[in-house]
């Protein structure tokens, strides 16, 4: 596709179930990025990626998440044994890299924990 | 990176131009100026960047001051679809990769 795909967009887990979060990048994009919006917030940065390496995951909020992109292309963000504090929006964004450090972002993916 | 302030909320008529100021008085000499702007429901989308002179392309203009202290997203004809919330971002490049979003101002056009 042309764009950066998330899936799925709407999740709903119980309090304590483990869910995952897909993004497929635009193809060809070196980084990735992963972000988390709160209602009524701007987004927070979780974790940044440069092909298959994590660089940054100074915005993980505990040890509960893990984000990994094995073969430098899809990524997966994992939250383990969700909290109602998770409850956000979750924005993949992914860039070539190239001097302009244009992100394109999904549309993300939409998680209720109750 | 620098700290950005934008005020919360503006309002602007359909047809005219919206003027949406961001003051960065910390900038450093290597900081570029990024606007997002976000529409409901919807992912963050790049407009525009610039490091001290003004730009323009098809959808905005940015003015940035000449201490480069602050500076203006200009959207010359908003329409309806203007109607999201609009970050301005200070950012080093090619270092630091990730952006950070404040607060943004949301903007309403209205008929």
């Known amino acids: 596709g042309a764009g950066v795909s998330q899936s799925p967009r709407y999740k709903v887990a119980k309090r304590g179930q483990d869910v995952a979060l897909r993004c497929d990048p635009i193809s060809g994009h070196v980084s990735l990025f992963w972000y988390q919006q709160a209602l009524g917030q701007g987004p927070e940065f979780l974790t940044y990626?440069?092909?298959?390496?994590?660089?940054?995951k100074s915005g993980l909020p505990s040890d509960r998440f893990f984000a990994e992109r094995p073969e430098g292309s899809v990524s997966t963000l994992k939250i383990q044994r969700t909290q109602q504090e998770d409850s956000a929006v979750y924005l993949c964004a992914s860039s070539s890299g190239a001097y302009t450090g244009e992100l394109f972002f999904g549309e993300g993916s939409r998680l209720t924990v109750l | 990176d620098a700290k950005t302030t934008q005020p919360t909320s503006m309002d602007c008529a359909e047809g005219r131009a919206a003027n949406l100021p961001c003051n960065h008085s910390?900038?450093?000499?290597?900081?570029?100026v990024y606007w997002y702007r976000q529409i409901h429901s919807q992912g963050p989308q790049y407009i525009i960047h610039g490091l001290k002179n003004n730009e323009t392309n098809e959808m905005a203009s940015l003015i940035i001051t000449e201490d480069r202290k602050s500076s203006t997203l200009i959207l010359p004809h908003a329409t309806l679809r203007d109607t999201a919330v609009y970050y301005c971002?200070?950012?080093?490049?090619?270092?630091?990769?990730?952006?950070?979003f404040g607060q943004g101002t949301r903007l309403t056009i209205n008929p």
């Open positions: 910390t900038i450093s000499g290597n900081e570029y």
């Open positions: 990626f440069q092909n298959e390496a994590q660089l940054d």
């Open positions: 971002i200070v950012r080093t490049l090619p270092g630091a990769q990730k952006l950070v």
